[in-house]
């Protein structure tokens, strides 16, 4: 493992996804090689001093880069097309998850969910989380974790409303 995080300037550069109001950073392949090469999934980047936990995602050029959400480039002022200085160093957890207190406390009440949610990929427990923390209102998150709850205890996917609202 790496002592030291790989340092590097890059560009913003829009995703290619109109619907999603994301931007990327293209990883040169040096920094790729260095971290561990293709087998390296997850890293800590740092983006102009803010350290937080991506994947790098793969592109058809052979090429790996990182998303950069809207929200976060407007909370660290960086323009659509502008430069960042980029730390990266592979994560010594890739499979952790940022768990919302709303969902452990669910997870914990409902067991039926809680066996669904352990078969879940880290991946998709991922995104459902950051789902939940998407809320800006603590009724959103908590009405989001009783549907998720509910999809997963009756075997419904979580990643599609239930058929019935609850």
Known sequence: MLAEPLAFQARLLPNGLGFMPMAMIVVPDYVV????????KR????????TLRRGLMPMNTGERYIMVSKALRR??????????????????EPD????????????????EAAASWQRLTPGRQRN???????????ETRARRVVQIL????????????PAEPL
């Open 33 to 40: 090689e260095a971290l561990g090469g293709k087998a390296v």
């Open 43 to 50: 890293v800590i980047a740092t983006l102009n001093g803010h």
């Open 75 to 92: 909370e660290l002022n960086l323009r659509d097309d502008g430069e960042v200085l980029v730390t990266l160093r592979p994560d010594p």
């Open 96 to 111: 952790l998850v940022d768990m919302p207190e709303e969902l452990i406390e669910g997870l914990a009440e409902w067991p």
């Open 128 to 138: 459902l989380a950051f789902h939940i923390n998407a809320g800006k209102q603590a």
């Open 150 to 161: 509910h999809q997963l205890a009756s075997g419904g996917n979580p990643f599609r409303p």
